[in-house]
């Protein structure tokens, strides 16, 4: 959907973007949240950097999942509005598609083998890399409560140093991690989870990309939290404001019940999430289940009017 139909044009513009948004930047944005997917200001992104992260137990559910062209092509068919890579699967996939989908480059990642108590994600490629592949932004995973956060929030300066440079997107994914936050309640609360929003806006997140919050009450976290009682809308809608204008990317997690998935993203987006970046959820599924599922997203955006993400 076109958004320069009219006179409000300009204003919903200054509110997607905010007026010191360098030109590269909204440049780059503005392709994945107008130019492709379903536009109108949201983005719904797929996630393809599993592989790394947990290996190759999740393509067992859909063998064809695990090679990254059939990746691309599900993200081409279902109007996807980005794509997520580690380095090398963009420098040998990424060429077929260049141009016809934008790249979110992932710049770290871990595996599952070690350890989870004490948790960092190293950087495995550079903003550079970004660049010479035409990405449209670039991911950084944060592990929010780690013991090695000194490590993780310098090597995030970094990183944010060079976005600035090269005017380039940065996407963090802040997810809550690390034995010190498991004490504490886990890695799924609201604590948890808007700290991490609120982190990520902290240390220069133009995006965040955030799991959905589990409900109810948690003993173990800070007052008030630990009496803290909601509703799906109202938690959601808390981690959107403690993200302030940093903008927000609910993520699908796991493979979930199909109207499970749909009331999530229906919630996020209603309360004013930017989009949602489904992996799993979509790709985890045989060919035609997933692109069923695909449309349903769609019509959910399709449904909402343009956001306004000023405040």
Same mark, same amino acid.
């Given at each position: ?14 509110a ?97 083998i ?16 970004? $660049?010479?592949?035409? @990405? ?8 929010? !409560? =780690?013991?090695?956060? %000194? /490590? &993780?929030? *310098? ?40 700290y ?24 173990e ?17 808390? $981690?959107?404001?403690? @993200? ?8 699908? !997690? =796991?493979?979930?019940? %199909? /109207? &499970?998935? *749909? ?10 999430a ?12 045989p ?25």
């Open positions: 959907m076109s958004d320069n139909s009219g006179a409000g044009a300009a204003d919903r513009n200054l997607v973007f905010p007026p010191d948004m360098s030109t590269g930047k909204k440049t780059r944005l503005r392709r994945i949240m107008y130019g492709h997917g379903p536009g109108n200001g949201r983005a719904l992104i797929l996630p393809f950097d599993q592989g790394l992260e947990h290996g190759p137990r999740d393509f067992f559910d859909n063998p064809a999942s695990v090679s990254p062209t059939y990746q691309l092509r599900l993200a081409k068919e279902g109007n996807f509005s980005a794509v997520a890579f580690q380095i090398g699967l963009a420098d040998k996939y990424f060429w077929d598609y260049a141009g016809e989908i934008p790249l979110v480059l992932k710049l770290n990642g871990k595996s599952d070690p350890s989870d108590a004490d948790p960092i994600s190293p950087c495995n490629a550079s903003v550079e890399d970004a $660049v010479r592949l035409g @990405a449209d932004a670039v991911g950084y995973t944060l592990y929010v !409560g =780690s013991t090695r956060q %000194d /490590e &993780d929030f *310098i090597q995030l300066a970094e990183i944010r140093e060079d976005c600035a440079r090269f005017e380039m997107p940065l996407v963090v994914w802040s997810y809550p991690r690390g034995a010190a936050m498991k004490a504490k309640g886990g890695i799924d609360t609201q604590y948890a989870i808007e991490a929003a609120r982190i990520a806006d902290e240390l220069g997140a133009d995006v965040a990309k955030v799991n959905y919050p589990k409900l109810g009450a948690t003993p976290a800070p007052k008030p939290y630990d009496t803290l009682e909601l509703t799906h809308e109202e938690a959601v809608s808390r $981690v959107i404001t403690a @993200a302030g204008r940093s903008k927000i990317l609910i993520s699908g !997690g =796991s493979k979930g019940s %199909d /109207e &499970d998935v *749909i009331d999530k993203a229906r919630i996020s987006l209603e309360a004013g930017m989009g949602l970046i489904f992996g799993r959820n979509i790709w985890q599924r060919w035609d289940e997933s692109l069923k599922m695909v449309e349903r997203l769609h019509s959910i955006f399709d449904s909402l009017p343009a956001p306004d993400y000023s405040g």
